[in-house]
């Protein structure tokens, strides 16, 4: 158990619809990182909040948007959802805003039908 | 940019054989590296990690790697495969102030009884 928290495990949704996947950092860890890991595109990193602030952008869609809050929990939101969405969402975190080790949630796995 | 190669999408070996999983990487910084192990439906476990320091790195569950700066290669060993080990390993890069992993494509290790 990595100490991160991620809910719901999964979710079953269809095209055009809004979802909002949750995670809770380990404690102590002002860093959240989403990663998306689908079967074509493999694992890619999403964006990375530290302290409440966007700190950085991978490859994320702008129908995607995250948000980290006072306590530190971080949503994703996904937004006009197509099929191609549907894979597994990764939340991590780590103690440092870069470079340090970062631990993984058990993701969640997202079905757009 | 950084990038990760892994050399083989699946690797199978018999149980108490060597493991040998490949990853080469790119880097034009000092990289920092990573192996994590994904068992069927969970999430990223940190095996082992490469920071600088010893270039040959012990990991959890009998595993490790040895970074070679003149190869370009941080390959993960494990002297005797047993039947747990069956996952799925992913190597990661990233570096200091860089605020993302970047990771490679995976190798589905089978291990044969």
């Known amino acids: 158990d990595s100490g991160v928290t991620q809910t719901p495990k999964h979710l079953i949704t269809a095209t055009g619809q809004r979802v909002t996947l949750r995670c809770s950092p380990r404690?102590?860890?002002?860093?959240v990182y989403w990663y998306q890991q689908s079967l074509d595109q493999g694992l890619q990193f999403l964006i990375q909040?530290?302290?409440?602030?966007?700190?950085a952008k991978g490859n994320i869609l702008e129908r995607f948007s995250a948000q980290q809050f006072p306590d530190l929990h971080s949503e994703l939101n996904l937004s006009s959802l197509e099929l191609g969405d549907s894979a597994l969402y990764f939340c991590a975190s780590s103690a440092t805003a870069g470079q340090g080790t970062q631990y993984f949630g058990p993701g969640t796995r997202l079905l757009v039908l | 940019a950084q990038s990760v190669t892994q050399l083989g999408s699946h690797v199978s070996v018999s149980e108490g054989a060597l493991v040998l999983l490949r990853c080469n990487y790119s880097s034009s910084v000092p990289p920092y590296l990573f192996w994590y192990v994904q068992y069927p439906n969970q999430g990223l476990q940190l095996l082992l990690k490469y920071t600088s320091a010893a270039t040959l790195v012990k990991g959890i569950n009998g595993f490790e790697a040895e970074f070679k700066k003149s190869e370009t290669s941080f390959h993960l060993t494990k002297p005797s495969a047993h039947m747990s080990d069956a996952a799925e390993y992913f190597c990661?890069?990233?570096?200091?102030?860089?605020?993302?992993?970047?990771f490679g494509t995976g190798t589905r290790l089978t291990i044969i009884p």
């Open positions: 909040y530290y302290n409440g602030e966007e700190r």
């Open positions: 404690s102590g860890d002002l860093s």
């Open positions: 990661a890069v990233t570096s200091f102030g860089n605020e993302k992993l970047t």
